[in-house]
């Protein structure tokens, strides 16, 4: 999967929780990718996005920063065929 896929694959949900039926995750709004991987949206004068990957957290509004370090992060967490 390329980035700009990823990037396609991007839904917004009002809730994560629901969303990924995982009743342990953030319960408020997010963006869901290729299913299974999230940036949440929050409400904090830092930023509008949050994305915790392990022990890393970034808060910003630069949505691009994010979708970046979430599609390297889910490239070495699946095997993705090339062009598929």
């Given at each position: 999967?390329?980035?700009?896929?990823?990037?396609?694959?991007?839904?917004?949900?009002?809730?994560?929780?629901?969303?990924?039926?995982?009743?342990?995750?953030?319960?408020?709004?997010?963006?869901?990718?290729?299913?299974?991987?999230y940036?949440l949206?929050?409400?904090?004068?830092?930023?509008?996005?949050?994305?915790?990957?392990?022990?890393?957290?970034?808060?910003?509004?630069?949505?691009?920063?994010?979708?970046?370090?979430?599609?390297?992060?889910?490239?070495?967490?699946?095997?993705?065929?090339?062009?598929?």
């Amino acid at each position: 999967m390329t980035f700009a896929e990823f990037q396609a694959s991007k839904r917004a949900v009002p809730n994560l929780s629901e969303a990924l039926d995982r009743p342990e995750e953030y319960d408020g709004p997010g963006l869901v990718y290729d299913g299974c991987y999230y940036i949440l949206v929050v409400d904090d004068p830092r930023g509008k996005y949050e994305l915790i990957l392990a022990n890393e957290d970034w808060l910003t509004d630069d949505l691009g920063e994010l979708e970046a370090r979430l599609y390297l992060w889910a490239k070495d967490d699946r095997v993705w065929e090339e062009g598929a």
